[in-house]
């Protein structure tokens, strides 16, 4: 092509501008490995249409993310106030594992056990805060129980206990709610202990501080009534993880209860419990008639 022809037919219409409009490619939200979420607070909150989304907190804000933090969830590039979001559980789990007898404190004369005694709850116990905690009229004996809560980040099988840290995504507050009567009359504890809303958690999933030392209080209508670190559990989270793992596939996602401290005592319909985790901040919940 002449010189001037190409000057006046392509090369003056792209430099004045008047080409074609540049296509507006969608933006493909960043998937992040598990491995390099952040350290900090995670949430799981309604947005204004009330469905779930995943975020991470940054000062006054939420960082929207696109998935789960453990299922690649990198930021969508939306923010929303931090005061503008109703809080939901920090997690959707497929399992719920709890340990129990964890603390000598709690033992009473029982002599500690030689491995983690574990059990299961069930999905459908898990509840959010601020959630109500159900009391069926029958439930005439219903306990909490004030723990901290690992949410698992990587899918874990036969997992060391030198290698646990690593399959643990953060932790949370948890209160593994217990009805004493049924636990000590049913073959297993499957109304004690996994009874819809009998494990509500939250607020936040606090990750890359030390689980192992972080204190725990429980409160009923705003008395202490359970105070310990995480230190003194028994079985430590990497014992837990490397334990349960050797039976159980761990997915992401999925929650385990370690265990309470202290004693515990009934709680009735009007009550306020709270669980607070250094780091993770006030799991409050009220006992309501089911
Ligand atoms: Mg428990």
């Given at each position: 092509m002449p010189r001037f022809l190409f000057?006046?037919?392509?090369?003056?219409?792209?430099l004045l501008g008047c080409g074609a409009p540049?296509?507006?490619?969608?933006?493909e939200p960043e998937t992040v490995a598990v491995s390099d979420q952040p350290a900090g607070e995670y949430i799981r909150f309604a947005d204004a249409s009330g469905a779930a989304s995943w975020g991470r907190i940054e000062g006054d804000e939420i960082v929207v993310l696109h998935a789960a933090p453990w299922?690649?969830?990198?930021?969508?590039?939306?923010?929303?106030?931090?005061?503008?979001?109703?809080?939901?559980?920090?997690a959707d789990p497929g399992k719920v594992i709890a340990i129990g007898l964890n603390y000598a404190s709690h033992l009473g004369d029982r002599e500690p056990a030689a491995y983690p005694g574990v059990f299961a709850k069930l999905p459908t116990s898990i509840v959010g805060p601020g959630d109500a905690i159900e009391k069926r009229e029958d439930?005439?004996?219903l306990h909490y129980e004030g723990e901290l809560v690992l949410?698992?980040?990587?899918?874990?099988r036969d997992v060391s206990v030198e290698q646990a840290q690593e399959y643990i995504f953060g932790v949370t507050a948890g209160n593994d709610v217990s009805e004493r009567d049924w636990?000590?009359?049913?073959?297993q504890w499957f109304r004690a202990k996994a009874s819809d809303t009998y494990g509500p958690v939250g607020p936040v999933i606090s990750r890359g501080v030390n689980y192992d030392d972080l204190e725990l209080t429980t409160r009923l209508n705003g008395e202490i009534v359970q105070q310990q670190r995480t230190s003194d559990l028994i079985f430590d989270t990497s014992d837990i993880v490397s334990y349960v793992s050797r039976?159980?596939?761990?997915?992401p996602g999925d929650v385990i209860f370690t265990g309470t401290p202290g004693t515990t005592q009934a709680m009735n319909e009007g009550d306020t419990v709270?669980?607070?985790?250094?780091?993770?901040?006030?799991?409050?919940?009220?006992?309501?008639?089911?």
């Open positions: 000057l006046t037919l392509i090369a003056l219409p792209l540049p296509v507006e490619e969608p933006m299922a690649g969830g990198g930021p969508t590039g939306d923010r929303v106030p931090r005061d503008s979001a109703r809080l939901l559980a920090p439930a005439g004996n949410v698992i980040g990587r899918e874990a636990q000590g009359a049913d073959l039976y159980v596939t761990l997915m709270s669980v607070e985790v250094e780091t993770v901040g006030l799991l409050e919940n009220t006992i309501a008639s089911r």
